[in-house]
């Protein structure tokens, strides 16, 4: 089986393959200060609740954002797991995919393992947007080129900033987008404002790119806000949750197979 993890400012996600099927996955909460043997602790737990044997685990492949992550991973890999972990980069990935960033190793990784899923399964020019900490627009040629793309505060964290700066308006717990656009009170107009605000952006950037992009391009989200938003949204087409993970095994695969 396979163990891939994705470590996000916020949340790390972990699932585990067998083979091509993703058996199991969690999203926990990034936590910087812990231990190899904490998190060992806790990987655990995890794999005891499904009835999942971490003996059979023969492979594992990290992307993180989170330097911290880097050294607790590994050394939980190599000490209770007994694998060294593949970690992505732009050169582990190069022979996937062409990164035409000036500096390719300032692209996240995620977003260049999201990028190779997607491509692998769409095989067209496309923009995935993934709302994480932060909300960013990866740009994918027809040929399967990394272009570029764009960074935006994140949904929560421009909520957040929202809150602690207005004093006087009230915190608001987005599960769902209200029945209109123009609020009768002050938190259906904070909740509209959040979350068809965020659509009109997306929906905006996504017009800019794609008429630099002179395509069509297919338009994908992903990331834990990707359904709330994408219901506002008129340019999102598909939600695909599993990308990152699923990129994450196309890599390991590529890597294993030597081409």
Request: some cysteine.
């Amino acid at each position: 089986m396979l163990l891939v993890i994705d470590v996000g400012n916020t949340n790390t996600v972990i699932g585990v393959y067998n083979d091509d099927t993703l058996e199991q996955d969690w999203r926990i909460r990034t936590i910087r200060d812990t231990t190899a043997d904490e998190f060992n602790i806790l990987a655990n737990s995890l794999f005891a609740d499904k009835n999942l044997e971490r003996e059979k685990i023969t492979k594992t492949i990290i992307s993180s954002v989170v330097p911290s992550a880097v050294p607790i991973l590994n050394a939980f890999c190599e000490r209770y797991l007994k694998l060294t972990p593949t970690w992505i980069n732009p050169d582990s990935v190069k022979k996937l995919m062409p990164i035409l960033y000036n500096n390719p190793n300032e692209v996240g990784p995620d977003r260049i393992v999201n990028a190779i899923a997607a491509y692998a399964i769409y095989k067209t020019a496309m923009i995935i947007i993934d709302f994480g900490t932060a909300t960013t627009f990866d740009v994918i040629s027809s040929k399967g080129e990394y272009l570029g793309g764009a960074i935006v505060p994140g949904v929560m964290i421009s909520s957040e900033a929202l809150f602690q700066k207005a004093s006087r308006l009230p915190r608001v717990e987005i599960f769902k987008a209200p029945g209109r656009v123009i609020g009768k009170d002050t938190i259906e107009s904070i909740k509209s404002g959040i979350i068809y605000g965020n659509a009109a952006m997306v929906d905006g950037m996504v017009e800019r790119m794609a008429k630099e992009m002179e395509t069509k391009p297919k338009i994908l989200a992903t990331g834990g806000l990707a359904p709330l938003i994408a219901g506002a949204s008129h340019t999102i087409e598909k939600i695909e949750q599993s990308l990152t993970l699923d990129g994450l095994k196309i890599i390991s695969n590529f890597i294993e197979n030597g081409s």
